[in-house]
Each structure stands twice: as C-alpha cells, then as structure tokens.
C-alpha cells in the first residue's frame, strides 16, 4: 500500500484494495488535513445525504421507545465526519473550506485540536439532533479516533478492528447501550464478522437500528443473514445516494463492468461520473413504522 508523508498540504495517492478504492495513506494521521483536502477532490459527499436521514431515524426510535436521548455508534467513525454533522450546523463543503484554509498549515496535530474545538463548539446546534446523545466513535484507525474524541467530536472512541479483534468485555455494556448504529463509508471494509460482534453484545429487547450506505453492487447477502440472526429485519430504499467522484478512468471502468456483470443498470454511475451507495436500514420487526424525513432537500423529499 502506498504511504503520504504526514503534511497537510500533500495530495494523496490511492490504492486499490479488494475492488474499492483505498484511502488508507490519509485515514490514519493525527489530523484531519490531508484526509478533507483528498475527499474534496472527488465531492466525497454521502454524509450530507446521510445526516437526514440519519436525523429521521433518531426522532422515529425516540417516538418508539419513549426515551428523550439515544446513543448513536459511528461505526467506521474516522475523524468523525458524522458527528461534524449531526451535533453542528454544518456541511461538508464547510468542513471543506474549514480544512482548505491555508492559515491551518503551520498549525501543528495539537494545535489544530485546540482550535478545531473552538470552531466546532461555536456552531454546535440541537434541533433534531438534540435527541443524540451520546456517540461512541469505533474505526480501526486510532489517530483518527483519538482526534475526533479530542475535538468531541464523538464522546468516546474506540481504535479496533474487529474483524481481526474480539470485543473487549468492558465495551460490551456500552454497546448495549446503543439505539442506531451508523456507516456511511464502511460496508465493504468491515464485513458481518464485525456486526456480530457487536450485535452480540446487545439485547433482544433493545436491538440497535442499523443505518449504513453501501455502494452498488456489494453483495449483502451475509450482511441480512447476520442482521436476521439477531432479529433484524432489513429494508433496501430505492433512493441511490451519490458518494463521491471516480478517482480515475480505470476506477470508472471497473466499477461499470463490475455493475454490468452483476446485472445493474450502470446509468447513474456512468452518467454522474460518480459511485453510488443505496440506503440500507435494518430493525426489528417490531418496529418498522414508516421513516418521515421532514423539511429536508428536494432530492432526498422522495424518500419518504
């Protein structure tokens, strides 16, 4: 794989690793920089079409369950892009131009920290996220998880692969904790060995919601098996949610034959340039009422 040197005005090379592209030389520094600056490249922008979404379901399992406050776990957290979101009146092409200002690069790892938390607590906000909780924060890159959770960004964090690791005993208890699980860039990265884990820790009386994003064409077959082991029912939307820019012809060209192969109609993708990701919510059969999106923009309104 290759490697970036750690200096944030550096543009990232990329990998290609089991089919998808790898970001991996800038997901794991001490700050943020590099990791933004290379996302903006290729509009990475999931997340913003994630956070209605995610706002929806918070409010419909605060209706259900009764409770004025739900713990949310970011699976694949990074450097928390969904708490930026969630917690703070922001976008992404504000986290964009936060991280693109020059004024940052003299700045050293902790340096950044200090000043990130002064910017994110100015515009931190409630509305329909003042139903969140608390967030724990789970990647496999430490640095990342370590800076999110200094910022607060997310209120704790935890560096783990799971896919590799078993769940500690003293995490189990807060994972019985958790309402809605969220993963808006990690299907394909973290397989069902991590969501059984986690789901092991928690209890049939008080299952989390899942809420994840997978790209076009990943095979979820043992996604819904483990899903339905734990008595999950798994709904795909119709909605396709643009992710982010093909880095490369060669990206492009893989992703359609790959598309084409599996039998899926490739238009959106060659049309937009762009990877694709479907919304993917699994509850339990109890509680599939009807997810209402609100005020939220035209191109999401027909999700409702």
């Given amino acids: 794989m290759q490697t970036l040197e750690n200096r944030p005005g550096n543009s990232a090379a990329t990998s290609k690793v089991g089919g998808k592209q790898s970001f991996d030389s800038?997901?794991?520094?001490?700050?943020?920089?590099?990791?933004?600056?290379?996302?903006?490249?290729?509009?990475?922008?999931?997340?913003?079409?994630?956070?209605?979404?995610?706002?929806?379901?918070?409010?419909?399992?605060?209706?259900?369950?009764?409770?004025?406050?739900?713990t949310l776990l970011d699976l694949c957290c990074g450097y928390g892009i969904n708490g930026s979101l969630l917690r703070h009146s922001l976008s992404m092409a504000d986290l964009y131009e936060r991280y693109s200002d020059p004024d940052l690069d003299d700045l050293c790892a902790e340096e950044l920290a200090a000043a990130?938390?002064?910017?994110?607590?100015?515009?931190?906000?409630?509305g329909a996220t003042g139903l969140l909780g608390e967030i724990l924060g789970m990647d496999a890159a430490d640095k990342a998880v370590r800076y999110a959770e200094r910022v607060g960004l997310i209120d704790r964090g935890v560096g783990i692969n799971l896919e590799r690791e078993e769940l500690p005993r003293d995490l189990r208890a807060e994972l019985g904790e958790v309402d809605l699980i969220t993963v808006t860039g990690g299907m394909g990265y973290v397989t069902d060995v991590t969501f059984r884990k986690i789901?092991?820790?928690t209890s049939?009386?008080?299952?989390?919601?899942?809420?994840?994003?997978?790209?076009?064409?990943?095979?979820?077959?043992?996604?819904?098996?483990?899903?339905?082991?734990?008595?999950?029912?798994?709904?795909?939307?119709?909605?396709?949610?643009?992710?982010?820019?093909?880095?490369?012809?060669?990206?492009?060209?893989?992703?359609?034959?790959?598309?084409?192969?599996?039998?899926?109609?490739?238009?959106?993708?060659?049309?937009?340039?762009?990877?694709?990701?479907?919304?993917?919510?699994a509850r339990p059969a109890g509680e599939q009422s009807p997810i209402r999106l609100g005020e939220v923009s035209e191109a999401d309104r027909h999700l409702v």
């Fill in 26 to 70: 800038i997901y794991n520094q001490s700050d943020p920089r590099s990791y933004y600056r290379t996302l903006e490249q290729y509009d990475y922008q999931v997340a913003d079409h994630a956070r209605p979404i995610a706002e929806a379901c918070l409010r419909e399992l605060a209706r259900l369950r009764a409770r004025p406050r739900l």
């Fill in 116 to 126: 990130d938390r002064r910017f994110f607590s100015r515009r931190r906000s409630s």
């Fill in 199 to 201: 789901l092991s820790a």
């Fill in 204 to 281: 049939a009386a008080k299952r989390p919601w899942i809420l994840a994003f997978p790209l076009r064409g990943l095979d979820l077959d043992c996604f819904e098996q483990a899903f339905a082991d734990h008595g999950l029912k798994t709904e795909t939307w119709e909605t396709l949610v643009p992710q982010r820019r093909f880095v490369d012809a060669a990206e492009r060209q893989r992703t359609l034959e790959r598309l084409k192969m599996d039998e899926i109609d490739p238009a959106p993708e060659r049309d937009e340039d762009s990877l694709f990701a479907q919304v993917y919510l």
